[in-house]
């Protein structure tokens, strides 16, 4: 089993910054689709951004313009850098990694989740 820890949530008033990191195992990034999603209280969990391996990047609408996806291939890291934060941004923040449409019976992989607290 693959191992995708994230860190960096924390609480934050609105209109402040965070960037969350998730950090995986050997060179899983490389090989998967990557992405961010988010689980607020009471809501399915829902994405944020994800990324193909040939690099095309999708954003959910309610973050686009204000959230940004990198990664550090190098550093088997990817992150979220989340500006201009909302209150409806609260919510706990996975990491995912999924080969299912990249080869056969390929896995997807999470994290356990960070909390990111905005408070308004």
């Known amino acids: 089993q693959v191992q995708l820890v994230e860190s960096g949530g924390g609480l934050v008033q609105a209109g402040g910054s965070l960037r969350l990191s998730c950090t995986g195992e050997?060179?899983?990034?490389?090989?998967?689709?990557v992405g961010w999603y988010r689980q607020a209280p009471g809501k399915q969990r829902e994405l944020v951004v994800r990324?193909?391996?040939?690099?095309?990047?999708t954003y959910a609408d309610s973050v686009r313009g204000r959230f940004t996806f990198s990664r550090d291939d190098a550093e088997n890291t990817v992150y979220l850098q989340m500006n201009s934060l909302k209150a409806e941004d609260t919510a706990v923040y996975y990491c995912?990694?999924?080969?299912?449409?990249?080869?056969?019976?390929?896995?997807?992989?999470w994290g356990k989740g960070t909390l990111v607290t905005v408070s308004s």
């Open positions: 995912n990694a999924n080969q299912g449409s990249i080869v056969p019976g390929g896995m997807n992989y």
């Open positions: 990324e193909t391996m040939s690099g095309a990047t």
């Open positions: 050997g060179s899983i990034f490389r090989v998967s689709d």
